[in-house]
């Protein structure tokens, strides 16, 4: 099972798009050379896919929605299972209208995602999820891995949660109870062996006891996971979740900013963790800022290894980047778009390449390389 495509329609930062009909549009109103609106959309690979793009243009939010979608087709079992899709953004958030973004208190605003033969829609306008008996029982199993670093905050932490509302959105809560569960009898020999190859780098093994989390490390200390360096902690809950027998074929992992507070030098080795997953028949969607990590999956990819970069970028309504006949549009009319590409070198206008070039160039303006 694998997430095919998305489409979003005025919600966060994503308004309606416009652009010129060419002949192709279904909307019966629209005549060719007209423009038309339409929902920001994405297809995707069933391997790697590659959210790169300045703050701000939706990354997070994609991540998100497909998490929250996973999340309906499981049968409601748990608290977990049954969370708004503006929990998933705010422990706090009351009113998902707050989640719209099309300027009327009555426009149409939505979010759709495919497997390609069955399709999760929710509605912010109607309040409500669409097409839920076809969705629903699909058993789309996942795991979303935030930004932020959660097991150094595990002691009491569940049950608090569940007594008191705690500022904490649904992606930090799940991340414990997913890391809390009990390790899996056996693995497979290429999980064995990805697993091995993180024990190297944080030197030990992780374990749970009383609600808290530690590293023992292979001389036998035993270390609270909070004192171990942040990007070390980020490799020991990835170690955990795989030794939990969560990752497995058929899995879809959502990882926001892999790369936050982790050494570069470890970047080859996440990279190639994640090809090891895709490997292992494990869809992964990552979010990313680092030009690094995204151009070590295109250096480090096998020829048959699908990895997709999808390149978010906010433009002109209408605009293609190498077209500029429709730069005319006043100032306010920029909007969220989105261009996918199987090599981050042939992704045209993707900020996080320009600054890294924009370094390169100015550099070599001030003769660093003399």
């Not at 959660?150 to 930090?172: E, I, N, V």
């Not at 906010?314 to 009319?333: I, S, V």
Request: charged share 30%; proline share 3%.
């Amino acid at each position: 099972m694998s997430i095919k495509s998305i489409k979003v329609l005025n919600v966060m930062v994503f308004q309606r798009q416009w652009r010129l009909n060419n002949g192709e549009c279904n909307k019966a109103e629209a005549k060719p050379g007209e423009m038309t609106g339409d929902a920001f959309a994405l297809r995707f690979c069933d391997g790697i896919n590659i959210f790169i793009g300045e703050n701000g243009v939706g990354k997070t939010t994609l991540l998100k929605m497909i998490y929250a979608a996973t999340q309906w087709s499981v049968p409601k079992t748990d608290v977990g299972k049954t969370k708004r899709f503006a929990d998933f953004f705010s422990g706090n958030l009351e009113d998902t209208d707050l989640l719209k973004n099309d300027g009327k208190e009555n426009g149409y605003s939505y979010y759709e995602v495919s497997d390609g033969e069955h399709t999760f829609t929710n509605s912010l306008s109607d309040k409500g999820i669409l097409n839920n008996d076809q969705w629903s029982g699909l058993n789309i199993q996942s795991i979303y891995i935030p930004t932020t670093e959660m097991l150094s905050h595990s002691k009491g932490f569940l049950a608090l949660d569940k007594k008191f509302k705690l500022p904490f959105d649904g992606t930090q809560v799940d991340i414990i109870v997913n890391a809390s569960l009990p390790e899996a009898r056996e693995l497979p020999d290429y999980m064995e062996h990805i697993l091995e190859k993180i024990s190297k780098v944080i030197d030990g093994t992780i374990v749970m006891e009383n609600d808290i989390f530690y590293v023992i490390k292979k001389d036998g200390r035993k270390i609270d996971f909070s004192l171990e360096a942040e990007g070390l902690r980020k490799l020991g809950l990835l170690w955990k979740l795989i030794r939990n027998g969560l990752l497995e074929k058929g899995t879809i992992l959502l990882w926001d900013e892999p790369e936050a507070n982790l050494n570069p030098e470890l970047f080859p080795l996440v990279v190639d963790i994640l090809l090891g997953l895709e490997e292992a028949g494990i869809q992964v969607f990552i979010a990313t800022h680092s030009y690094n990590l995204a151009k070590y999956f295109e250096i480090r990819r096998k020829k048959e290894e699908q990895v997709l970069y999808h390149n978010l970028y906010r433009a002109f309504a209408e605009m293609p980047l190498e077209d500029k006949r429709y730069n005319t549009l006043k100032e306010g009319e920029i909007e969220i778009y989105g261009r996918s590409a199987n090599y981050l070198s042939i992704l045209k206008g993707n900020k996080i390449v320009e600054a890294d070039e924009s370094l390169l160039e100015e550099a070599m303006k001030n003769n660093m390389f003399d």
